[in-house]
């Protein structure tokens, strides 16, 4: 039996290279104290900041650069945390910059509140006369949306003190997650003897041709989740209750309302992709899913079958360097600035690919400000890492363009627009395979991986998206939220999109234990945001070729400068129209098509 190494038994050079953050822990260390003083500096501006525009904008760049300096150090505790969580002193430094990052909050909330406090027209008389403040125009402009729901200066300073503790479900998630679960080896029909874990499992088990090999995993995988069921959903709880609260404490209408403000987009938009996208896709996909039950010859499917590869036998491995330089060629339309940050990414080590023991499961790019993106993935190589890869470039490639051109400030679009450049990449890669080949086996290989793309946004991510939308109506209800019910919610949720096309066992209930966005207010629903966007923005590209990418590249470069409908409308996109969400959902269902015919 294999087992999965430790971090130190893993290559160096399939592990990201944090010495562009800080040279060593000293380094790191030196800056946090830094940091921290910097934190108590900013004391000097309070009780002044409607004294004159000249001190206010002194008081915004130095919060600023305190900003910049913060996320690098709270970048370097994460990610060495991501890479092996397991180790003591990786955990003691992520739990450090969270009690940093309170402090800091605690420090400065004066500035939001005095500014809220100056009337409205002489702060405007002060952004008249100070032309350096144009460059915090879209942070005022924030701040100001949020007057209606801020409280006394004395009580937000109580709140940002408690940052740490209003964090804690998060972080007990991570700990829980990457710590202490442990999955049982599990045992093949062919009596092969298969080590599991997390990432293991997401990346390699999940997709096994072998039936067998799935739902060993799938049972090893469940038990294991099983075992800590009651303390993921008090977790899970615990930030359903504190959202409620804070939406309750700040007036808002709910803690939906509440959690949407800062997405700056229309509720409506929130309302159709849930609503059109269930309604509609479902269909499609239980199309799909009985295509899946004849083609392998299942009596039933389970729902760890339905990532099962339909093709197992066109199923060449994507090694790293072959997947480099596909990944690399079809994302050369976008020009040579961009090609040559991926060209970086992938030859100094800002991917972190490794399978290790402590390993942060799934795919994510970090990007702190003024050094460069750091993604990670586990390399399995399959074609869903290929794609994975690109999905996760497209955050990196966005944010070192935005970095290039935006400060800190405005480095960063409202969430419902984060999604949308790394799904653009996937759909560029797929085009690009497309179009080199009329094969059938290739071309419906390359199909199913895009409806792997659209699995993950349109079903795996949609649903989550449900869950908390029914999650937060029971909690303003004041019902409880515990593991049953959290079981019962996620049953029911499935059951409806998939009918009775795949059969929904006990580890199908428990899928809220697997994702962290739970934790990142209504994260879910923006990745189907992102996808509906890049499907248009796809169709674009055919149409118009060089001059869509070309303003798709001065959309990435503006960063957060406007709204994520604004940014969508200069790319070409109207979202606030559902039209292009019943056009995304139809796309899918001629992938379907296509797929479907493949197989006649």
């Known amino acids: 039996m294999s087992s999965t190494p430790t971090r130190a038994e893993v290559p160096c050079e399939t592990t990201w290279d944090l010495h562009d953050l800080f040279a060593d822990e000293a380094a790191w260390a030196a800056e946090f104290q830094a940091v921290d003083a910097a934190r108590q500096a900013l004391a000097v501006y309070e009780g002044r900041l409607g004294s004159d525009a000249a001190t206010l904008l002194a008081a915004l760049t ?7 300096r913060l996320m690098r150090v709270s970048s370097f505790a994460h990610l060495r945390n991501a890479g092996d969580a397991t180790h003591p002193p990786h955990q003691a430094a992520v739990a450090q910059v969270a009690a940093l990052q309170a402090r800091v909050e605690a420090t400065t909330s004066f500035i939001d509140a005095e500014i809220l406090a100056l009337p409205e027209a002489v702060l405007q008389r002060m952004r008249a006369s100070e032309p350096g403040l144009a460059h915090f125009d879209v942070l005022l402009d924030d701040l100001l949306a949020l007057r209606p729901h801020r409280l006394s200066a004395e009580t937000e300073r109580a709140l940002a003190a408690l940052g740490e503790v209003l964090e804690a479900p998060y972080m007990v998630y991570g700990r829980n997650k990457f710590g202490d679960m442990r999955f049982a080896p599990f045992t093949d029909a062919a009596g092969t003897v298969h080590a599991n874990s997390f990432n293991s499992f997401e990346s390699r088990y ?96 389970l729902y760890c079958d339905i990532k099962a590869p339909l093709d197992p036998a066109f199923n060449p491995p994507m090694l790293w360097e072959d997947s480099c330089r596909l990944v690399q060629e079809a ?59 690109a999905h996760e470039l497209g955050h990196g490639g966005h944010f ?72 937060y109506a029971r909690a303003e209800g004041g019902g409880s939220i515990t ?34 966005h739970y934790y990142m207010g209504l994260y879910p629903y923006t990745y189907s945001v992102g996808l509906v966007a890049s499907t248009a923005l796809a169709l674009r590209v055919q149409q118009e070729g060089a001059a869509a990418l070309q303003r798709w590249l001065e959309v990435l ?6 709204t994520p409908l604004a940014l969508m409308q ?18 899918v269902g001629r992938l379907i098509d296509e797929v479907e015919a493949s197989f006649d």
């Not at 470069?557 to 406007?562: E, L, S, V």
Request: charged share 20%.
């Open 62 to 68: 130095d919060a600023e650069s305190l900003g910049a």
């Open 206 to 301: 999940e997709t096994d041709s072998d039936t067998s090999v799935r739902r060993g995993a799938w049972a090893s995988f469940t038990a294991g989740l099983r075992a800590h069921h009651h303390t993921s959903a008090a977790t899970f709880a615990t930030e359903v209750n504190k959202n409620v609260a804070l939406a309750r404490l700040r007036g808002h209408a709910s803690t939906e309302a509440s959690l949407l403000q800062p997405h700056k987009i229309p509720h409506s938009l929130y309302r159709n992709i849930l609503d059109i996208i269930q309604a509609e896709l479902a269909p499609h996909m239980q199309r799909y899913a009985r295509l899946r039950r004849r083609v392998l010859g299942l009596d039933q499917l």
């Open 331 to 389: 994302l050369a339309p976008l020009g040579p600035e961009y090609g040559a940050f991926v060209e970086r990414a992938l030859t100094q080590r800002w991917v972190d690919r490794a399978d290790n023991i402590g390993k942060s499961s799934g795919a994510f790019c970090a990007s702190p400000y003024g050094v460069h993106p750091y993604i990670l993935i586990t390399w399995s190589n399959t074609m869903r890492n290929v794609f994975t890869l």
């Open 400 to 471: 070192a363009l935005a970095m290039q051109h935006q400060r800190y400030s405005n480095m960063r679009p409202a969430m419902p627009f984060i999604e949308a450049p790394s799904i653009m990449n996937e759909m560029l890669l797929a085009q690009h395979i497309l179009a080199g080949s009329q094969e059938t086996r290739l071309r419906r290989s390359v199909i199913m991986q895009v409806l792997g793309t659209y699995h993950h946004n349109f079903v795996t991510h949609l649903l989550e998206a449900e869950l908390q939308r029914q999650v």
């Open 483 to 516: 593991a049953s019910v959290l079981d019962d919610c996620q049953g029911r949720i499935l059951e409806r999109f998939w009918g009775d096309t795949v059969q929904i066992d006990d580890g199908a209930r428990m899928t809220w234990m697997r994702q962290p």
């Open 557 to 562: 470069k503006a960063g957060g400068t406007r």
């Open 570 to 587: 200069w790319a070409g996109v109207d979202l606030s129209s559902p039209q292009p969400i019943h056009d995304a959902v139809a796309h």
